[in-house]
């Protein structure tokens, strides 16, 4: 199955800044999913992200503050806009293998 | 749509006991079925699927887990836990069309030495 490279592992950001997140995979995949686990809680879509095209957000989200990247077939950014403390959480990149979903290893976002 | 429902937000269980993580789904098509394990400071990890065919799917790390299509449960088993399983579980559905995935609110498994 496909391995993801995420980075950065761990970030500590000062709000008001952003902070961009990479997603390296080691095979060409149409869809590439950026998902958000709040502290505590359990993951939620942010966005999917397909090449060629505008990212489709999900309800809550929008591309102001999330926007993402695709320039290929194996690589996407997600970026986190005018940061507050309340996006302090991990960020997973991923995609599917196998009718399931491989993900990154997550960046763990403090905003400070 | 799709919704997952773990109904125990924390287990703990003495280490080589048996412990069940329980799942319920709701959905109105047929759906493919998965157990997510996430170590501390890790991303997730598949553990093991349902997607058609035997309702017992054995996984990784020695973990089961049965699809009751009338109870619509897929609850987690293991008859004998490590320390090295204490971890966050997450119970996922997805529908057998489209890419969306549904995470339950995970089950915190915390195994006592």
């Known amino acids: 199955s496909a391995v993801i490279s995420q980075k950065p592992s761990r970030d500590i950001c000062q709000r008001g800044t952003s902070l961009t997140i990479q997603c390296q995979v080691d095979?060409?995949?149409?869809?590439m999913f950026w998902y958000r686990q709040q502290p505590g809680q359990s993951l939620t879509l942010i966005a999917t992200?397909?090449?060629?095209?505008?990212?489709?957000?999900e309800s809550g989200f929008v591309i102001d503050k999330f926007p993402i990247s695709r320039p290929n077939l194996t690589f996407s950014t997600l970026t986190v806009s005018n940061m507050s403390p309340e996006d302090s959480s991990i960020y997973l990149c991923?995609?599917?293998?196998?009718?399931?979903?491989?993900f990154g290893s997550g960046t763990r976002l403090t905003v400070v | 749509a799709q919704s997952v429902t773990q109904l125990d937000s924390q287990v703990p269980v003495f280490e080589e006991a048996p412990v069940e993580l329980r799942c319920n789904y709701s959905?109105?098509?047929?759906?493919?079925l998965f157990w997510y394990v996430q170590y501390p400071n890790q991303g997730l990890q598949l553990l093991l699927k349902?997607?058609?065919?035997?309702?017992l799917v054995k996984g990784i790390n020695g973990f089961e887990a049965e699809f009751n299509k009338s109870q619509t449960s897929f609850h987690l088993r293991k008859p004998s836990v490590h320390i090295s399983d204490t971890a966050e579980y997450f119970c996922?559905?997805?529908?057998?069309?489209?890419?969306?995935?549904?995470f339950g609110t995970g089950t915190s498994l915390t195994v006592i030495p």
């Open positions: 991923s995609v599917e293998a196998s009718y399931g979903y491989t």
């Open positions: 095979s060409q995949v149409t869809m």
């Open positions: 992200a397909n090449q060629g095209s505008e990212a489709t957000y």
């Open positions: 959905s109105s098509v047929s759906v493919y």
């Open positions: 349902y997607l058609s065919g035997s309702t």
């Open positions: 996922a559905v997805r529908a057998n069309t489209g890419n969306q995935f549904y």
